[in-house]
């Protein structure tokens, strides 16, 4: 597609269930990244995909965060077992070549849980 | 902690005016680039400087860096109302690309 797509672009669950959250990155763009942020905040880093690869999984705040990517393309940030204070925007970005270049942004998914 | 913070976290100026926002960072950096942020959802690049470059323009934006402060500063220069959003720096220390700080919130009133 023509720019990153993200779905859905709003959810509301359930505390204690699962959540998939999905990101279509540019064609070509071989690093993708996950990122949270909370009403008025900055960006959290989450995860940061090269390939279908995470060399940085740091930002990944419990075990009940967990994210892959597959062909290089798609990729899918769940959440387990969800909490109130998961509530935030998660933004997904990919770049043609790691942090070097221009990262081009989805919309992000609003996820509330109640 | 985030490896930029933007100062000032918020800013109220009058269209026309100038509108200066300012970076600091930790780590040694390969570059250092602005986004901007409206309503809350996806980032818009505005720029990118290199770690060589102490100086870029763009259109009515200037943006300054010091490797040896370990800042950078972008300016918006003849402020317009819709030059209000969230702006925010992101840097490429190399092991964890594009960190980003906390932004500031711009309000240009017109």
């Known amino acids: 597609g023509a720019g990153v797509s993200q779905s859905p672009s709003n959810k509301v669950t359930e505390k204690g269930k699962d959540v998939e959250l999905r990101c279509d990155p540019i064609?070509?763009?071989?690093?993708l990244y996950w990122y949270r942020q909370r009403l008025g905040q900055g960006l959290e880093f989450l995860i940061y995909?090269?390939?279908?690869?995470?060399?940085?999984k740091s930002g990944l705040p419990s075990d009940r965060f967990s994210a892959e990517r597959t062909g290089e393309s798609v990729s899918t940030l769940t959440i387990q077992r969800t909490q109130q204070e998961d509530s935030a925007v998660y933004l997904c970005?990919?770049?043609?070549?790691?942090?070097?270049?221009?990262?081009?942004f989805g919309q992000g998914t609003r996820l509330t849980v109640v | 902690s985030q490896q930029g913070e933007e100062d000032p976290q918020a800013l109220s100026i009058q269209e026309g005016e100038n509108a200066t926002m300012n970076c600091s960072y930790k780590?040694?950096?390969?570059?250092l680039q602005w986004y901007r942020q409206n309503s809350g959802r996806g980032l818009v690049h505005l720029i990118l400087i290199r770690s060589n470059e102490r100086e870029k323009h763009s259109g009515r934006l200037r943006v300054t860096l010091d490797t040896s402060k370990k800042s950078s500063s972008l300016l918006i220069t003849a402020s317009r109302a819709a030059d209000t959003a969230s702006y925010f720096c992101?840097?490429?220390?190399?092991?964890?690309?594009?960190?980003f700080g906390s932004g500031t919130r711009l309000q240009v009133q017109p």
């Open positions: 995909f090269q390939g279908n690869s995470a060399p940085d």
């Open positions: 064609s070509g763009h071989t690093a």
């Open positions: 780590t040694s950096i390969n570059n």
């Open positions: 992101a840097t490429d220390a190399g092991r964890r690309a594009l960190t």
């Open positions: 970005a990919s770049t043609l070549a790691g942090g070097a270049t221009e990262a081009f």
